[in-house]
């Protein structure tokens, strides 16, 4: 049983799309993570949610929005992709509040490629 | 803002030796967590072992192991007995123990390429 599952795992589409990716964890963690890699296996978080609420907002471009309709789902939608969107988007999960042993649980990733 | 680096690119070991993996970090926090992730060709990122600033004793599991240096702010990986299986990407990564905003993200080094060579 996963715990920490993504669609879809792979994605192609034109520059200028829409798509979004889709997140849900089983492990009843309060807070929800969104990382993407790069192409040099760089990994660099973008946005964290607490209980539906938005906590963490990096630098990134506001064609990215994520929605979190409940505590146990966290999806990503990026709007009019380019050419640099193209990389690997990794899902985590956490426990925060009591009983934190710290580490995130990652997705198996989504690999995003705009031609 | 807390920074982690990983100054091996790439790191090469024969099966059955040993490795080690390097990883420094700036913090000006005294708890936090420190990490080792995984990652092979599959891309799933795998929890090699974990350690708890406060704990003083290293963090063993199986044939990985920690030399942690608190003051030196410096964690690297020890991976005995190498295995095939060991050939991935690691990733050193920091998490603060302060339960707010932004200190909850995990924050990662550039990662090291492990190959492991028979």
């Known amino acids: 049983d996963t715990a920490v599952s993504q669609t879809p795992k792979y994605l192609v589409t034109q520059m200028g799309n829409d798509k979004s990716i889709k997140c849900e964890q089983n492990l009843g963690h309060d807070t929800m993570y969104w990382y993407k890699q790069d192409s040099k296996k760089f990994l660099k978080i973008m946005f964290s949610y607490n209980n539906k609420e938005l906590i963490i907002n990096e630098t990134v471009p506001n064609r990215f929005s994520p929605k979190s309709p409940d505590k146990a789902h966290l999806n990503l939608h990026i709007n009019s992709l380019e050419l640099g969107d193209s990389a690997v988007y990794f899902c985590?999960?956490?426990?925060?509040?009591?009983?934190?042993?710290?580490?995130?649980?990652f997705g198996e990733g989504s690999r995003l490629t705009v031609l | 803002a807390q920074t982690v680096t990983q100054s091996q690119p790439e790191m090469s070991v024969q099966e059955a030796e040993t490795v080690t993996l390097s990883c420094t970090y700036d913090?000006?926090?005294?708890?936090?967590?420190l990490f080792w992730y995984k990652q092979p060709p599959s891309r799933q990122m795998i929890l090699v072992i974990r350690q708890e600033a406060y704990k003083q004793q290293n963090a063993t599991e199986n044939r990985f192991s920690v030399n942690f240096q608190k003051a030196a702010k410096s964690f690297s990986l020890k991976i005995s007995d190498s295995q095939l299986g060991d050939a991935a990407m690691y990733f050193c990564a920091y998490r603060s123990l302060i339960n707010t905003g932004t200190a909850s993200k995990l924050t990662f080094g550039t990662g090291t390429r492990l190959q492991v060579t028979l």
């Open positions: 985590a999960s956490s426990q925060w509040a009591g009983g934190s042993t710290g580490e995130l649980f």
């Open positions: 913090t000006s926090e005294s708890d936090y967590y």
